[in-house]
């Protein structure tokens, strides 16, 4: 079903996340990681990956050195943090970085289910009750221009509208019959000209109507 990737040092923590996952995904493929070095090399190794689940704090790297790392190392694979911090700077600096969610250990265990549900499918997951107020300097641009996406090739358009919809590029290579290694340069491409550093900026500052009105051009 899924394979998901769990990166936390404490092994009482990965056995209870692996257990609710279980339960609520059954079939899937399960990995673990006690430590960031060991959690970058299984996300560069296994690059079909459907999630990572990452603490903010582990051996081998500090705070949001490890997201950024990850983000950089392995753009395609969405990564949630996990933290028991509840701190709305650190969840929207997280995400301006590129994470896909993020988790407060102390979350009930249907919170996690249903976050987890909502990032495999492609959406982004925020805990409202920290998100009250702003921050505007940890969120990325409102949108990208029209002018920047007509810099855009129509198949680099059909990639970018798959990618707000939050499709991996494993799936998107699928949908427009093309390889994955190709739809890999055509994201990376995009990004520069939209100028975000990750995927999950560029879902969210991406004007869907623009978007729309190009591809029919």
Not at 33 to 48: G, I, K, M, T
Not at 86 to 96: G, K, P, T
């Amino acid at each position: 079903m899924y394979q998901i990737l769990i990166a936390d040092d404490h092994p009482l923590f990965r056995d209870a996340f692996a257990g609710v996952i279980g339960q609520a995904f059954v079939g899937s493929s399960l990995l673990q990681a006690n430590d960031f070095s060991s959690c970058l090399q299984v996300a560069q190794a296994n690059p079909e990956l459907d999630l990572i689940v990452l603490d903010l704090h582990m051996p081998g790297c500090h705070g949001l050195d490890g997201l950024q790392q990850l983000v950089a190392s392995c753009p395609s694979t969405p990564v949630v943090m996990v933290s028991a911090e509840e701190s709305r700077h650190l969840v929207l600096q997280s995400m301006a970085i590129g994470a896909v969610g993020f988790l407060i250990k102390t979350l009930p265990r249907e919170h996690i289910i249903n976050a987890l549900k909502q990032v495999l499918k492609g959406q982004v997951y925020l805990p409202s009750q920290l998100l009250r107020g702003s921050d505007a300097s940890a969120v990325p641009p409102s949108h990208v221009t029209e002018a920047q996406m007509r810099q855009m090739t129509q198949r680099q358009l059909r990639v970018l509208q798959c990618l707000a919809k939050g499709h991996s590029n494993k799936h998107i290579a699928g949908l427009l019959c093309i390889a994955e290694t190709t739809v890999k340069t055509h994201v990376s491409d995009i990004l520069r000209k939209m100028k975000v550093s990750n995927r999950t900026q560029a879902a969210l500052v991406v004007d869907a109507s623009v978007l729309d009105d190009l591809l029919n051009d």
